[in-house]
């Protein structure tokens, strides 16, 4: 299963927009990024998925260059209630070990007023 | 849509005792479910994998026959903590898979062992 590397934390002031870059060196062809927030004792929900160039959502957008090395997850006018810790998976499809998801630290991201 | 429910919410239970963790996809079938435990202030750790009509798949580490899995239906997985004790206290979720692969998350369980 790739491996990711994403910073441990990172703080941000109301209204700004934040950028969370992933790395996932030994991605593999199969493989989609994933990205999910989750609250203390809540469970992870689920932000956004892509495989290539640019997805975008009604929460977030994510950014992946051409080779798929890394990802950047795009956070517009964060608010309070955005503080929470944001996961980087790399999703393997097909084949063993299919939607296995190995959790790294993540990133703590805190909004400051 | 991709309702992932989990019951109860937190339980309380004397050490030795069995525990038993419900996990239900909502609106969805999903022939994948996962066991997760989080321990605080760390990450979560995969437990196993379950599929409908099979038995389950266990990461290594994780005794099997302490943590029973059951996936009778397309709907529900459930977890069993057998004889549990105080170091088994913790968070644990389950996800299930939906219909366009993304893997959903349960609130999580929160478990005390006295």
């Known amino acids: 299963l790739a491996k990711t590397t994403q910073p441990i934390s990172m703080d941000s002031y109301e209204g700004q927009e934040v950028n969370i870059t992933c790395s996932h060196n030994?991605?593999?062809?199969?493989?989609?990024i994933t990205w999910y927030q989750q609250f203390p004792s809540q469970g992870p929900r689920f932000i956004i998925q892509?495989?290539?160039t640019k997805v975008t959502n009604e929460v977030a957008s994510l950014f992946i260059p051409a080779d798929r090395k890394s990802s950047t997850l795009s956070l517009p006018r964060v608010s309070l209630s955005d503080t929470a810790v944001y996961y980087c998976l790399v999703v393997p499809r097909g084949g063993a070990g299919s939607y296995q998801l190995t959790f790294g630290k993540g990133t703590k991201l805190s909004v400051i007023p | 849509g991709a309702v992932v429910s989990q019951h109860p919410s937190w339980v309380i239970c004397k050490s030795g005792t069995s525990v038993k963790i419900e996990c239900r996809s909502l609106?969805?079938?999903?022939?994948?479910m996962f066991w997760y435990r989080q321990f605080p202030k760390q990450s979560l750790m995969l437990m196993a994998t379950?599929?409908?009509?099979?038995?389950?798949?266990?990461e290594q580490g994780v005794e099997k026959d302490k943590f029973l899995i059951n996936h009778a239906s397309l709907t529900l997985s459930t977890l069993t903590v057998t004889s549990a004790h105080p170091e088994d206290s913790s968070f644990y979720i389950c996800?299930?898979?939906?219909?366009?692969?993304?893997?959903?998350f349960g609130p999580g369980t929160r478990l005390t062992v006295l």
């Open positions: 892509g495989y290539k």
């Open positions: 030994n991605i593999a062809t199969n493989d989609y």
């Open positions: 609106d969805f079938q999903a022939t994948t």
């Open positions: 996800s299930a898979v939906g219909r366009t692969d993304t893997q959903y």
């Open positions: 379950s599929n409908e009509g099979s038995k389950a798949t266990y």
